[in-house]
């Protein structure tokens, strides 16, 4: 058996050495530490088979052989008047002495294949425990390494997309104020970054503006006319997180098809059960508009309901507010997937909510995809900026944006170029002081890159 030995400062560098030496299939013995280095015991991966397997020659790998008693009871009985003739006086003691060797030699050879086989399994389960410790050590090491890799590829992305910056600082400065902008509107620093990047050559600030105006504006989908939505009809579940005005929007909707259809075509439900009051807040919408509310527990309760209201030009489902982390998110669209109708998911976003937070509410409710959102709260925003970049890079369909409680008055179909317009009026003042001219390159070097981006259209 070649056991080798190697020595190292580190893991690392004593299991390359193993690699260099015994090949990539080389099994680890011993793994310990000794006067402050590595010490691994190691064996070639044949080597270690020739151990597990006994060689095609040698008795372990015969058969044993079979002992025929009565033929080799007169042999012993030969043998024992010469192992007898220096005791004449004891003539007896012979074939007792004589005996003895016959009886053991069955219990021998058949107790030697029994070690032999007790030897070879324990040897494979050692070899098997090695060669499962060296792959899980290999495994833990080569995942550190790349976890190295791609630390050191994010932080040399970052520190030259910092020195790209600085030097577009001085060469560019109508980029930097385009740049300024974008930020302090809440765009993200991916998406701004990508856009400048693509800006045109030769332009002055102003003009850089409002071609960055017209490429948000074309990349932001909206739903240009509402006949569309109300004259096609069908089935429509507003959905997101609590408190983003998923009921009151679902009032103001119900009134634009009670306007255009009449109260006959219009159904509305609501799931939710949780809030106090909240399906009475409903009921009342419904009551002032002669629409009948239906109340539904579970999946089994909304098939039903849908069923019965097969005949309704349009149905309106009110759903329970659930956090985008809780695991109701998964089964809330898995109920309303499972309906046996084709219903409509719109997203409620709450434009005064975080980018991050916004980017986790759709990737929660996202599911087989949505239909579309409705832009909420746009009264109380400082900026919208941010939901209006997630919209873009999600590559949602924008219906409806609502600044107000009024029903309905407080609905209006989304325009890209008022919400665009309106994103960087919000945050002008803002622009010049929100960032230093030393800090817009760390921003711009710490702008994770987005796949999604190659899908915005420069026009």
Known sequence: MNVKKFTAPTSREALRKVREALGPDAVILSNRQADGEIEILALANEDAASLAMPAPHSPMAEPPPLLDLPTAAP??????????????????????????PVAAAPAYASAAPVAAA???????????????????????????????IRAMRGMMETQLAEISWGATQSREPQKTAVLREMLAAGF???????????????????????????????????????????????????????GVGKTTSTAKLAARCVMRHGPDKLALITTDAYRIGAHEQLRIYGKILGVMVHSVKDEADLRIALKELKNKHTVLIDTVGVSQRDQMVTEQVSM???????????????????????????????????????????????????????????????????????????????????????????????????????ELPLVMGAGTSDSALREVHLG
Not at 132 to 140: C, L, R, T
Not at 206 to 232: C, G, H, P, T
Not at 389 to 402: A, C, E, G, T
Request: net charge neutral; aromatic share 4%.
């Open 336 to 438: 309303l997937q499972g309906a046996g109708a084709n219903v409509k998911r719109l997203l409620c976003l709450n434009a005064t909510a975080t980018q991050e937070t916004l980017n986790e509410v759709v990737r929660a409710y996202q599911g087989s995809g949505l239909a579309g959102c409705i832009m909420t709260k746009l009264d109380e925003a400082a900026a919208i900026g941010n939901v209006l970049d997630v919209v873009i890079r999600q590559k949602l369909n924008l219906f409806y944006v609502s600044n107000g409680q009024r029903v309905p008055e407080d609905l209006h179909l989304a325009d890209p170029a008022y919400l665009i317009d309106r994103a960087f009026k919000l945050k002008r003042d803002a622009a010049a002081s929100q960032f230093l001219d030393a």
């Open 188 to 242: 993200s620093a991916s998406l701004a970054r990508y856009l400048i990047e693509k800006l045109p050559a030769n332009r002055d600030a102003a003009d850089s503006m409002r071609w960055i105006k017209s490429v948000l504006s074309r990349n932001l989908s909206v739903m240009s006319n509402e006949d569309a939505l109300l004259d096609q009809g069908g089935v429509f579940a507003l959905v997101g997180p609590t």
């Open 75 to 100: 042999a012993a009985r030969a043998e024992a008047p010469r192992a007898a003739a220096p005791a004449p006086r004891a003539p007896a003691a012979a074939p007792r002495r004589a005996a003895a």
């Open 118 to 148: 007790m030897s070879a399994d324990q040897i494979n389960a050692m070899v098997a425990a090695a060669v499962a410790s060296a792959k899980e050590s290999a495994a833990a090491e080569m995942m550190g390494m790349m976890n190295e």
